[in-house]
T-cell receptor, first 113, second 113 residues
Framework: AQSVTQLDSQVPVFEEAPVELRCNYSSSVSVYLFWYVQYPNQGLQLLLKYLSGSTLVKGINGFEAEFNKSQTSFHLRKPSVHISDTAEYFCAVRNQAGTALIFGKGTTLSVSS | EADIYQTPRYLVIGTGKKITLECSQTMGHDKMYWYQQDPGMELHLIHYSYGVNSTEKGDLSSESTVSRIRTEHFPLTLESARPSHTSQYLC????????????FGPGTRLTVL
């Protein structure tokens, strides 16, 4: 069965510092991977997605992620975070049937000055 | 920008009441989904639809029901609300194809007293 593991439940960082949010997946078929962000009291917004091709994926708000098939990872990175990046981040993989997404438990990114 | 709407955003209701959570999208998407999200937890799929008159149950068992009479509308109903139904409910939609991105609404936070 497919699954997603987000290795850190909370990541506190200072403004302008780099950040990496870690995500590992398990899947026996072709993977389609996603990162979503959820701001307080809002729905999920797509940050970026990997479907095929280049393993380095660039998304919105300066985020990028690298697909690593050998390590079954899809870590999210940003070289310099802002206070406004404080939010919950979810990694997801499309299920084998293609009917829906399987989500990790989320990582809370807290950016302070 | 995704155009998917959910009402109400917040609902506090007593045990035993019948409730309907509304979800509408203006993107002409064929596929629609309902996810349930408990605080600090991942999202779980409870219902999905591939088109009009098509509905399926998701991975997480739910006492709720859904209908899809119009492409743009995918309401979720609880016939008799219970405290165990307290959660956040997120609606999403996507167009045809396995790789299509899911767009999320802002969510409905339901509290059953």
């Amino acid at each position: 069965a497919q699954s997603v593991t987000q290795l850190d439940s909370q990541v506190p960082v200072f403004e302008e510092a780099p950040v990496e949010l870690r995500c590992n997946y398990s899947s026996s078929v072709s993977v389609y991977l996603f990162w979503y962000v959820q701001y307080p009291n809002q729905g999920l917004q797509l940050l970026l997605k990997y479907l095929s091709g280049s393993t380095l994926v660039k998304g919105i708000n300066g985020f990028e992620a690298e697909f690593n098939k050998s390590q079954t990872s899809f870590h999210l990175r940003k070289p310099s975070v802002h206070i406004s990046d404080t939010a919950e981040y979810f990694c997801a993989v499309r299920n084998q049937a293609g009917t829906a997404l399987i989500f990790g438990k989320g990582t809370t990114l807290s950016v302070s000055s | 920008e995704a155009d998917i709407y959910q009402t109400p955003r917040y609902l506090v209701i007593g045990t035993g009441k019948k409730i309907t959570l509304e979800c509408s999208q203006t993107m002409g998407h064929d596929k629609m989904y309902w996810y349930q999200q408990d605080p600090g937890m991942e999202l779980h799929l409870i219902h999905y639809s591939y088109g009009v008159n098509s509905t399926e149950k998701g991975d997480l068992s739910s006492e709720s029901t859904v209908s899809r009479i119009r492409t743009e509308h995918f309401p979720l109903t609880l016939e008799s609300a219970r405290p165990s139904h307290t959660s956040q409910y997120l609606c999403a939609s996507s167009s045809r194809g396995r790789t299509d991105t899911q767009y999320f609404g802002p969510g409905t936070r339901l509290t059953v007293l």
